[in-house]
């Protein structure tokens, strides 16, 4: 999923000032900072900075302009490929 202009702006768990346009992602557990290679239909490196999502079965919330990047703001919910980079 995705998450962006209701949180533009705001504070991040990690202390960052969050940038919807940014390529960043939240994750529940991953160590901030982490980098991963997300696929759908694209692929685009984001770096965890946040925490969540917090909806279902969810495991990463990608920032707007990562998710534009590879064509997920359409489905807004999808299954994606991930490497640890």
């Not at 759908?40 to 969810?58: A, M, S």
């Given at each position: 999923?995705?998450?962006?202009?209701?949180?533009?702006?705001?504070?991040?768990?990690?202390?960052?000032?969050?940038?919807?346009?940014?390529?960043?992602?939240?994750h529940?557990?991953?160590?901030?900072g982490?980098?991963?290679?997300?696929?759908?239909?694209?692929?685009?490196?984001?770096?965890?900075?946040?925490r969540?999502?917090?909806?279902?079965p969810?495991?990463?919330?990608?920032?707007?302009?990562?998710?534009e990047?590879?064509?997920?703001?359409?489905?807004?919910?999808?299954?994606?490929?991930?490497?640890?980079?």
């Amino acid at each position: 999923s995705w998450y962006g202009p209701y949180f533009h702006g705001r504070t991040t768990a990690n202390g960052e000032t969050y940038n919807q346009y940014g390529y960043t992602a939240a994750h529940k557990t991953l160590p901030f900072g982490t980098r991963l290679e997300v696929c759908y239909d694209g692929c685009v490196t984001v770096r965890i900075n946040d925490r969540g999502p917090y909806i279902g079965p969810r495991e990463l919330d990608l920032s707007f302009g990562a998710a534009e990047a590879i064509g997920l703001t359409y489905p807004g919910v999808a299954t994606v490929s991930f490497t640890y980079l």
